[in-house]
């Protein structure tokens, strides 16, 4: 299948799981791809979802909690799996720790079976390292990868996620330096920036959000992050890679850097890459200059 019928499939699949109709799906591929599918080929492609064998169709059902048995979860995530989909359900848990984009008020998030079983299994690999954002951002990988060998006839690859948790190369330096030279002697490589398996679960969150977490290389001694660390430091990199927001002091002004205090100790601040630095003392500088012109109102 043609990549971008790929990344097409994908999402008119988490479409219909919600339960749009054929003609919002279709609506909504026109909106996100420019050129969607043919009418015809998404009739396939729900008719072909609809006749998903029981056991797959089942894990891309809305989760419920008083069934967490018969999802074939155990009962002592219970906890944990109401307080993440409570984070989700508040506000997107990636966006708050960086800029304040409001999700669609007419969109009612509910995790599918599949995304709960992923949520607490990262959470089983990573709970003294990892936040709900974490835990989310990389879920989403899990989650459609597996849908990407469900639907599509291509074959999902796990090596790059799986190394990354089995490593864990965000604790220390030792875990980063021999996670590193994995991946320059082929072992491992890094996690995969394919756009498709980037893709959201969640429609209301924009889908280059996700794709920031990658790892901020910039050309300094390197080190690793947690996603939604990474996630922020990479949006901060972008600040100063964006010509337009560099001129608007009405943006800069937006930004919350309490949220830094939040994320990062104060060694990991002092440590993050130049260019977040530089974008830092930018927006200090623009949120001073406002303050300064409020005083002297």
Not at 21 to 39: D, P, R, Y
Request: hydrophobic share 35%.
């Amino acid at each position: 299948m043609h990549k971008q019928f790929t990344k097409q499939k994908i999402s008119a699949h988490k479409l219909y799981v919600l339960g749009l109709s054929h003609s919002e799906i279709l609506l909504n591929l026109e909106t996100a791809f420019g050129k969607a599918v043919s009418s015809r080929t998404l009739s396939y492609w729900i008719k072909y979802f609809k006749g998903l064998d029981r056991e797959h169709a089942s894990l891309d059902i809305p989760f419920e909690l008083n069934q967490i048995g018969s999802h074939g979860l155990p009962w002592e995530s219970g906890e944990y799996l109401c307080d993440m989909w409570f984070e989700t359900i508040r506000e997107p848990v990636i966006t708050r720790q960086m800029i304040s984009i409001n999700p669609n008020p007419d969109f009612a998030y509910t995790p599918t079976v599949r995304e709960a079983k992923w949520w607490w299994r990262i959470h089983l690999l990573a709970k003294d390292d990892f936040n709900y954002s974490d835990v989310y951002l990389i879920s989403v990988h899990y989650v459609d990868r597996e849908l990407i060998s469900l639907i599509t006839d291509t074959s999902a690859n796990y090596s790059d996620l799986d190394g990354y948790m089995t490593y864990k190369p965000w604790r220390d330096g030792v875990r980063g330096s021999e996670y590193m030279e994995a991946i320059k002697l082929g072992n491992l490589t890094n996690i995969s920036k394919d756009e498709y398996t980037g893709s959201l679960i969640r429609p209301d969150v924009p889908t280059s959000i996700v794709k920031m977490w990658t790892q901020p290389i910039s050309g300094e001694p390197y080190r690793y992050y947690t996603p939604s660390k990474a996630l922020y430091l990479n949006y901060l990199i972008s600040l100063g890679d964006n010509k337009e927001a560099n001129q608007s002091q009405e943006f800069y002004s937006n930004i919350n850097l309490d949220h830094l205090h939040s994320i990062f100790s104060d060694q990991e601040i002092n440590n993050v890459p130049v260019k977040a630095k530089e974008a830092i003392n930018r927006i200090k500088w623009w949120q001073s200059q406002e303050q300064s012109m409020t005083n002297h109102d």
